[in-house]
């Protein structure tokens, strides 16, 4: 019996196919290195432009810190008030070197933004030390000239050095995520030329890849949404995203003629905490004092983490003060409750300010500052509370 022979045309398919599944497998592979080369630009994404803009916010907060306490104990002439803001002097300093030091590490613009903030910041520390002299010599006159003369300047230009960076940051993420969707429509390209020249299998197992980098590149988008706008800690909302709720809820408000409450929070004696049981106890803290809040609220309440040991709720679509200081009592019972830290029961206490939409304010600056205000008259309440009331006790 004669062998079998293929037809000339089963040959040219069978070459035609043997072609195409190589061009198959070599697409592929460059499929499967533009979807690494995805979540590598991801990863840079989320290891270098957020975390040092957050670095940089996070070392104007603790600059902020200095400033303001330093000023409140001059323009209050209270030498102990600035003896204290003096103590806390050099964990703050450095606190702030820790911060630019991630800032300096993954920072990917001009080395010499980071060198302006560090030579600017040593220029203000002897004049810091000046108006701090003058204070505790009792010339506070002498010390007020110089915070507006110098010491002011000085931090501003820190501040402007560090906004410098923070926005090099946060531009460099935006062309960043610009790269992953280019990179994504890329991907789509050659996966959607492989089906159409290809056959049901390789439609199914193209339409598969495409589904897969597309839930990939969505989740780390979303994930990236997500990261700017939320405290990475609490996992609430920011202070951008905070402002922009409140905006929404003012025009609500002045349409429909209801109120808006703003309660702005702070931790009292928070930094004992972080000193005696460590800074993960604190983080675990304000963890928990974020659960706490957000168990209280309304679904239509917000509450937010402005940074260090500062929260803030909104309170919108209010009938009447009475509604919203409801809402205020509600989270004053919650977050004062004592915390089970490190094995260590201990008094949990917040000074709280609160402030409501028209009468303290008509905008969102006016009514944020109205609430701080508000709670800074409510520290001395606190500091002549009883003494055992604010004694940081634990027990095993």
């Known amino acids: 019996m004669p ?3 293929l037809h000339p045309y089963s040959k040219l398919i069978l070459a035609a196919y043997g072609i195409f599944s190589v061009g198959l497998l070599l697409t592929c592979l460059f ?3 533009e979807v690494n080369g995805i979540l590598e630009t991801v990863d840079t994404l989320y290891l270098h432009p957020f975390s040092v803009s957050n670095a940089a916010l996070e070392a104007k907060n603790t600059l902020a810190t200095i400033r303001n306490d330093l000023l409140y104990g001059v323009l209050a002439q209270d030498l102990k008030k600035l003896q204290d803001a003096v103590d806390d002097i050099p964990d703050h300093d450095q606190q702030f070197a820790k911060f630019l030091d991630i800032v300096s590490s993954d920072y990917l613009g001009d080395t010499q933004d980071v060198a302006q903030v560090r030579r600017v910041f040593a220029q203000w520390v002897p004049t810091r030390s000046a108006i701090i002299a003058a204070a505790k010599g009792g010339d506070f006159d002498l010390a007020r000239r110089m915070i507006l003369d110098s010491g002011t300047p000085a931090y501003e230009s820190i501040n402007q050095a560090l906004a410098v960076i923070i926005e090099f940051a946060r531009n460099k993420a935006s ?3 610009g790269q992953v969707r280019e990179q994504s429509a890329q991907v789509n390209r050659l996966l959607y030329a492989t089906i159409f020249t290809g056959f049901f299998a390789s439609f199914v197992c193209g339409l598969f890849v495409v589904r897969h980098v ?10 990236l949404r997500h990261q700017a706008t939320h405290d990475p800690l609490t996992r609430l909302p920011n202070r951008p995203l905070f402002r922009d709720r409140l905006a929404l809820a003012l025009n609500v408000a002045r349409r429909e003629k209801s109120m808006v409450g703003v309660l702005y929070l702070d931790l009292d004696r928070f930094k004992a905490i972080n000193d005696i049981l460590g800074h993960e106890a604190g983080d675990d803290l304000l963890a928990l004092v974020a659960d706490r809040i957000s168990h209280t609220l309304r679904r239509s309440d917000t509450v937010a983490r402005l940074g260090g040991d500062e929260f803030v709720v909104l309170i919108p679509d209010a009938k009447d003060l009475e509604e919203i ?3 205020a009592d509600k989270v004053a019972v919650a977050v004062n409750q004592p915390a089970l830290l490190k094995g260590n029961t ?3 206490r917040a000074s709280l300010g609160l402030a409501a939409f028209p009468g303290d304010g008509d905008e969102v600056d006016a009514l944020i500052a109205s609430a701080d205000a508000a709670m800074y008259r409510d520290k001395p309440a606190c500091a002549h509370a009883p003494a055992d009331a604010h004694r940081l006790e634990t027990t095993q």
């Open 31 to 33: 499929i499967i290195r």
């Open 3 to 5: 062998p079998h022979r």
């Open 214 to 223: 597309q839930r990939v590149v969505s989740r780390n988008e979303e994930l």
């Open 325 to 327: 200081r409801r809402v």
């Open 175 to 177: 062309a960043l995520r």
């Open 346 to 348: 201990v008094p949990v």
